[in-house]
């Protein structure tokens, strides 16, 4: 039998059972403790129709018939507060989307499965930073010196994001860095659109946590996937693009600037006008705060 079938049965019984009490004692009876468990110093009061009824004594053992199964009304009585046919936990509500902290949010999904970087993976990363940064940045996935440590941009291509942030006087600590994807694909292949979709609600819930005042999206697969955009690098840049009311800008992902410093002058104009947009939108807020 399956689950689902137990459980109509369970309620079946459950519901006849609940009607012959109900014949036999009327509603007062429904769940009450025996007198000896109550607390003496609690006044009992039957409902105003059980008032004038006859006392009957329960029997120690009531045989309880089962009546023959009938259809599920379509006007189920309530039973528990809700309705038979939804007395089942909701499937959609997850654990994870009411962390309120980074820390809570990492402990609730680090052991995430969803899809099959799970299980391959050899660390969860997670992100790192300042949890109240006003500056995130947003790469592709982890590579193999990030699956090997547990953070983001710890590699060769972090060690030049790293310069990056100095030369606009950030520190490492001061932002906050993390990936579209949580875990690495293997031989570092570009995040497959499934893997970008179960993983997004995890950077969503970042975003939301830390509510940075501007996001840099470190090349076109993080542009991509948060902004739901195809246009090409060179369209994007230079351009404040909105996720969620956060302004979002574009810039060639630290890898590429390593096997084409040609890229590198106009990222170095990309990450003024992030520090400058930055700056400005900061400025508002203290004098609008
Ligand atoms: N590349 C990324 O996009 N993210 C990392 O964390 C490391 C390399």
Same mark, same amino acid.
């Given at each position: 039998m399956s689950d689902e079938q137990d459980a109509s049965c369970l309620l079946d019984d459950l519901r006849s059972i609940i009607e012959d009490e109900r014949r036999l004692f009327g509603d007062t009876l429904l769940f009450e403790q025996s007198p000896e468990s109550q607390p003496a110093n609690v006044e009992r009061h039957a409902p105003p129709e059980a008032v004038n009824k006859p006392v009957i004594q329960p029997s120690r053992h009531i045989e309880y018939s089962m009546p023959p /199964? /009938? $259809?599920v009304a379509v006007e189920e009585p309530l039973l528990f507060e809700l309705p038979v046919s939804s007395a089942k936990p909701? #499937? =959609? %509500? *997850?654990?994870?989307? &009411?962390? +309120? %902290? !980074?820390? *809570? !949010? +990492?402990a609730r #999904?680090? +052991?995430? %499965?969803?899809c099959a970087l799970g299980t391959t993976r050899t660390k969860f990363v997670f992100g790192v930073g +300042?949890?109240?940064a006003t500056l995130m940045l947003i790469g592709e996935a982890p590579g193999a010196d990030e699956d090997a440590q547990g953070e983001p941009f710890v590699g060769r291509a972090g060690q030049l994001l790293n310069k990056i942030l100095e030369a606009i006087h950030f520190k490492r600590s001061d932002v906050y860095i993390c990936n579209i994807l949580k875990c690495r694909p293997p031989n570092n292949r570009k995040p497959t659109p499934e893997e970008s979709e179960l993983? /997004? $609600?995890?950077l969503k819930k970042q975003i939301e946590i830390v509510k940075p005042k501007v #996001? !840099?999206? !470190? &090349?076109? =697969?993080a542009a991509e996937n948060l902004l739901g955009t195809n246009e090409s690098m &060179? /369209?994007?840049r230079g351009h404040v693009m909105q996720y969620e009311g956060v302004p979002v800008m574009i810039t060639y992902h630290p890898a590429a600037l390593l096997r084409n410093p040609n890229w590198k002058r106009p990222a170095w104009e990309d990450v003024q006008a992030v520090?400058?947009?930055h700056d400005e939108l900061l400025a508002n807020t203290t004098t609008a705060g």
């Open positions: /199964k /009938k $259809p909701p #499937i =959609t %509500t *997850e654990a994870w989307g &009411g962390s +309120n %902290t !980074l820390d *809570e !949010l +990492n #999904i680090c +052991n995430c %499965t969803k +300042n949890p109240k993983c /997004k $609600p995890y #996001i !840099l999206c !470190l &090349g076109l =697969t &060179g /369209k994007l520090r400058k947009l």
